[in-house]
């Protein structure tokens, strides 16, 4: 019987966590254990002091190519579906996380597995993946925050076609729509996201990091003039702590930094 440490891998190289999606003879289909073990992956990475950056990948040929067609069967038979039981954290739950997210999409992406995928930070992909939302064609709606999520990365007019359609689109597309930042080959994928991570996880200093990622989720919600009252309060905190002194002192002495780590929110957010 599978469990949610079944569903998911997780591992850290160096001061990446990798996560890996592991329902590959379903195309990691999702199901309660797939989301109970890829939340706990994202505590645990969270809360570790030694990993600064994650990146979440899917094993075999696809990223997640939605929710589980059991679990839908069975809530369109007035059943639960099964799958285990649900897990009460929601599907934004990976923008909570202070630490960078990026999915390396290694191929087919569709419904919830978009949704999670969108609410990662930043998305690779691999030449020729497939994206798709596919609710309309199901007789669902735009679920679990993607008409919040997915409008702020390509614009209200393609999140419109893409959510009404339900067409599928490939990574090369989706890269000029801005749903993906980068497009490798597929055996260059995870390699390159993990080096991209690597790079953060090595130069950047965490704490920074948090709280720009709180600003980015959360300024665009606010007038302009809130947004920079809160943004100068964190410049001038940002100048009194030690991660300041140590970047400008390891450029200057041309060396790696060594900024303190993070284990959750940082105090400049507290409240």
Not at 68 to 73: A, G, T
Not at 74 to 101: L, N, Q, V
Not at 233 to 245: I, N, Q, T, V
């Amino acid at each position: 019987m599978s469990t949610a440490a079944d569903a998911v891998l997780y591992e850290v190289r160096g001061r990446v966590a990798l996560v890996t999606l592991n329902r590959p003879e379903r195309l990691n289909a999702w199901n309660a254990d797939l989301a109970a073990g890829y939340f706990d992956s994202l505590d645990r990475a969270a809360a570790d002091p030694e990993v600064a950056a994650i990146v979440v990948t899917g094993a075999g040929r696809g990223f997640c190519a939605g929710a589980d067609m059991d679990v839908l069967q069975g809530i369109g038979s007035g059943g639960s579906g099964g799958g285990g039981e649900p897990d009460t954290r929601d599907a934004t739950y990976a923008m909570s996380i202070p630490k960078p997210i990026i999915a390396a999409v290694n191929g087919a992406c569709a419904g919830l597995g978009l949704v999670h995928a969108v609410a990662c930070d930043i998305r690779f992909a691999a030449e020729g993946a497939k994206f798709t939302t596919a609710f309309s064609r199901r007789g669902l709606i735009a679920e679990h925050g993607i008409s919040w999520t997915l409008p702020r990365l390509v614009g209200q007019a393609n999140a419109l076609d893409l959510l009404l359609s339900g067409r599928v689109v490939l990574a090369e597309e989706a890269k000029e729509l801005g749903l993906v930042a980068r497009v490798y080959p597929p055996d260059r994928l995870l390699d390159e996201t993990l080096a991209y991570a690597d790079d953060l996880a090595t130069n950047a200093a965490p704490t920074s990091m948090a709280i720009m990622k709180h600003q980015v989720y959360r300024h665009p919600q606010l007038p302009l003039d809130q947004a920079m009252t809160e943004s100068n309060g964190f410049m001038r905190a940002s100048l009194k702590r030690s991660d300041f002194k140590e970047g400008v002192s390891s450029f200057l002495e041309k060396r790696p930094p060594d900024f303190d780590p993070v284990t959750g929110p940082p105090a400049d957010l507290a409240g």
